[in-house]
């Protein structure tokens, strides 16, 4: 146990508070960046209850796993580390709405060094100084908070919240899947396509995902 504490340096539920954070810090910063950039306030979340960016939580436990035992590591390893995991994540992310949703958030076609429009170099650069950043000053700053603070009742907050987190992840995924069968033509076969029907129309669903663009590879 000793080995594995070594290895992943957190418990779990500092991991999912990890990821907690992540996901509030990145949909913050994608709402203020479309405010500064388009001059208006637009949906950045991933899910339809929660305001939360996922991508950014998934990527924030994906840094510390991989870089919590680099803290005296050199600078170019823990860029490259985080360049190519920061690359993979955002490539698995994108196919994957692509794929199960049929639909893109991003698109970096016209940017260079692209693969698919899913990635390109000028962000996996930023994945890579991102991870720097993440090891000089966001794990030394973790470390500290979980030394010092301690919640009470904890483990009942992290279940009641994964518990939650679970339930807007199938209801966000059953209504994605339920627009594309209403722009394909599909009616309501039952109670829950119906209620789904009713709570997230077309209009909720693109206020919900704005940055959303439909794909034509059904």
């Known amino acids: ?19 907690i954070a992540g996901c509030y810090l990145g949909y913050a910063v994608e709402t203020i960046w479309c405010l500064i950039k388009n001059g208006y306030i637009e949906s950045r979340k ?45 490539y698995i992310c994108s196919w994957g709405q692509e794929t199960f949703f049929h639909s893109v958030a991003w698109d970096y076609s016209h940017l260079p060094l692209n693969i698919n429009g899913r990635v390109c170099l000028l962000y996996s650069i930023f994945w890579g100084f991102l991870g720097v950043v993440w090891v000089k000053a966001v794990i030394p700053a973790l470390s500290k908070i979980f030394d010092k603070v301690h919640i009470p009742y904890e483990k009942y907050l992290i279940y009641s919240y994964l518990a939650f987190f679970l339930f807007d992840a199938l209801l966000s995924a059953s209504a994605a899947v339920r627009m594309n069968q209403r722009q394909n033509g599909i009616k309501a076969n039952n109670v829950y396509e119906e209620f789904l029907d009713g709570h997230f129309d077309d209009k909720k669903m693109r206020s919900i995902y704005a940055n959303s663009v439909r794909t034509d590879n059904e």
């Open 1 to 19: 146990m000793q080995s594995v504490k070594l290895i992943f340096k957190y418990n779990f539920f500092q991991y999912v508070w990890i990821f």
């Open 46 to 90: 991933s899910l339809v209850l929660g305001h939360l960016s996922v991508a950014y939580g998934m990527g924030a436990v994906l840094l510390t796993l991989l870089l919590v035992n680099f803290e005296k590591a050199p600078l170019w390893k823990t860029f490259l580390v985080s360049f190519v995991s920061g690359t993979l994540v955002e």
